[in-house]
């Protein structure tokens, strides 16, 4: 899907005035801020979720840290949802997919996450890495859903929050 100007989250957004100026602000460094040269995370005030960016390929460190960054926003902000944009992501290890499984989304679910917005791209390793790690978490408390723009992404997100508080009532 093209992106167009003045999209909710387009891809020559990437630093922080595009993200504030698309209704998204950096975290204050203290609620878990992350802008690596592979990865960023940053705060929807208005949607009460935290989106991360991953910007390219992430060694297993990198990787494991920067997840850990994201689950640190999440329980700081009390998010329920998280956009998770990995089109750019590269290989992901079998032993950082089981990683995931295993450790990253029983933390998570267990900090009041409920719902995971994952953004893949169309083809290649990034996809298929993704895809793997999906397969892999299964039936957990989290919903984990693939989405090939962050539109969409975002979109089911405001759904998914909508329902959760019409549900509450």
Known sequence: MAHQAGDQYSEDSGDAAGLISNGLSPL????????EKWLSIRWDGERRC???????????TQFRTGSMAL????????????????RKLEVVS????????DTWVPL???SGLKRIAVVVALHGLARFAVEGIIRLVGATRLDARLFNSPDDAVKWVETEEKKSKTASR
Do not use: C, M, Y
């Open 50 to 60: 935290v989106h991360a960016e991953w910007k390219g390929f992430a060694n297993s």
């Open 28 to 35: 204050r460094p203290e609620a878990g801020d992350t802008d």
């Open 108 to 110: 998570a679910a267990t």
């Open 71 to 86: 689950l640190k926003a999440i329980q700081e902000r009390n998010a329920t949802s998280t956009v998770n944009d990995t």
């Open 94 to 101: 079998h032993q950082d997919q089981l990683w995931i499984r």
